[in-house]
């Protein structure tokens, strides 16, 4: 325990908070999505502009070589001082004719190359023959050229499409597409990290609790819960763990006190008898045989209390597995074990299904104890002790009673009988330490049930207890008649 403080308490070096890294990842993951859909996206748009544009210089192309096949055309019909030109001038296309030997006829704005090849289209029998040249530089402008002959070698015609200022439309596409991605990133981030520390906020607390356990050992600090989401279900689930295990560490506080206050007297007197048999010899034989008796119960009660002591502990420390037990074969078992025991007669009566999910040690346990505790208190008595077991009491749960014929519990008793190492005024006389009982409301509870006790018709008790379902936890503060008042059962309700 006390090295896992210390490596609780080292100092351990700084890591970056769940905050950030949510922040962080939230923004790389939205950068990421959005650097793909603005990829895809100006691809995609730069395709289709630049498809479009292919189709509309091949379609002008095409008509071109429609028109001078249809008609028999000559370098003329095409210059631009021509009337009508219009109508054999493609809609924003640079034109330039050339003559039968290439020279250039009609000069294009910007003037365009001729190559060799163009000149052999230009002398061209066949109208209608065309070459094209892709990504011509012109005076610091990109063309897409096409020179169409005119047939019988009367020359050509050269059309030519602009492709720069598609290319500039799609890089100010690129640089806005960028911006807006940067933007959205920036904004990602901001919104990643007021979301996470919106999120994370509780954990924060969570977690600021927890150190401060570590730090302090304190188990009562208050843990603020909120939300019915996983961290409101993580808060209230740690703030219960905190409230068992303060719970469990007030149990064992008391219990170590409380056993403390009850060892002292068995181990005074023990002091004083054994202070006594250094004058043994001096002791006249009826005062030895009684010393010697006094020390025999002495050491016998020490070791029953020290048994209980274990039980009780043990009897928290839910290590035996739960099954399926029928509680009146349970019953029926103490009742043989305790007529050898004690020779008294004792009854077990059954009714209805006695079966539940539960761990079979601790009720008989508990069954037992109720049973020594009424051959006990009714010594000598002659009417047999009874068990009876009945189910189900309610849906699920078994009834245990033991019913005796001895003096009673004083009312004033009644609501007190299970405390730990609580004796009324007539027992204390009697053998016992007072854990009984309280080892009963421990069983009790550890099943889903309670303890309860009431005096008896025609004198005696009744004490027993409810079970049904085994909880693998309980709250063991209180007692389970103290809400009911003295004389009342707890389990029959009023």
């Not at 843990?223 to 068992?244: A, C, H, I, N, Q």
């Not at 119960?297 to 035996?320: H, M, P």
């Not at 405390?419 to 027992?427: G, I, K, P, T």
Request: charged share 25%; net charge positive.
């Amino acid at each position: 325990m006390g090295r896992l403080a210390r490596l609780l308490d080292r100092p351990r070096p700084r890591l970056s908070s769940l905050r950030t890294t949510f922040a962080v990842s939230f923004a790389v993951v939205t950068a990421a999505v959005t650097v793909l859909v603005g990829i895809l996206s100006y691809n995609s748009a730069a395709r289709l502009v630049r498809v479009d544009q292919q189709s509309v210089f091949t379609q002008v192309v095409q008509d071109v070589r429609d028109e001078v096949r249809r008609y028999q055309l000559m370098p003329a019909d095409f210059t631009s001082s021509r009337p009508g030109h219009e109508l054999v001038r493609p809609n924003r296309t640079n034109v330039q004719v050339l003559g039968a030997h290439g020279e250039i006829v009609d000069h294009g704005t910007p003037p365009l190359p001729v190559t060799a090849g163009d000149k052999a289209v230009a002398a061209a029998a066949k109208a209608g023959k065309a070459v094209q040249y892709k990504d011509v530089h012109v005076k610091g402008e990109v063309y897409r050229i096409a020179t169409v002959a005119l047939g019988k070698g009367h020359g050509a015609v050269q059309v030519a499409q602009e492709f720069s200022d598609t290319e500039d439309l799609l890089r100010a596409l690129q640089q806005r597409t960028l911006i807006l991605m940067g933007a959205v990133v920036v904004a990602a981030g901001l919104c990643g990290w007021w979301l996470a520390r919106r999120i994370t906020r509780r954990l924060v607390i969570l977690t600021s609790a927890a150190e401060g356990v570590a730090r302090t050992r304190r188990l009562g600090i208050e843990v603020p819960v909120t939300g019915y989401d996983e961290v409101g279900r993580l808060g209230r689930s740690f703030d219960r763990m905190l409230g068992r295990l303060a719970q469990s560490e007030e149990d064992q506080r008391r219990l170590v006190q409380d056993a403390g206050h009850e060892l002292r007297t068995p181990l005074t007197s023990l002091r004083t008898n054994i202070s006594l048999l250094r004058r043994i010899d001096e002791l006249p034989p009826a005062t030895r045989e009684e010393l010697v008796a006094d020390l025999t119960q002495e050491a016998r009660e020490l070791t029953d209390l020290v048994n209980e002591l274990v039980d009780l502990a043990a009897g928290q420390s839910d290590t035996e597995p739960v099954q399926r037990v029928d509680v009146a074969d349970i019953a029926e078992d103490v009742a043989g074990l305790a007529r050898r025991r004690s020779g008294r007669d004792i009854v077990v009566r059954s009714s209805g299904d006695t079966t539940i999910q539960g761990r079979p040690g601790m009720l008989q346990r508990a069954i037992s104890n109720l049973v020594e505790n009424a051959t006990k208190f009714d010594r000598g008595g002659r009417a047999p002790i009874e068990i009876a077991v009945a189910g189900p009491a309610r849906p699920g749960m078994v009834r245990v009673e033991v019913l005796d014929r001895g003096p009673g519990i004083a009312a004033g008793d009644l609501i007190r009988v299970f405390d730990r190492f609580y004796r009324a005024a007539d027992a204390r006389s009697l053998p016992g330490s007072g854990l009984g009982l309280s080892i009963v409301r421990e069983v009790a509870l550890a099943h889903g049930g309670a303890p309860f006790a009431f005096r008896r018709e025609g004198g005696g008790s009744v004490i027993g207890f409810t079970a049904g379902a085994e909880r693998g936890h309980h709250d063991t503060g209180g007692t389970a008649t103290g809400s009911r008042g003295p004389g009342r059962d707890p389990s029959r309700g009023t």
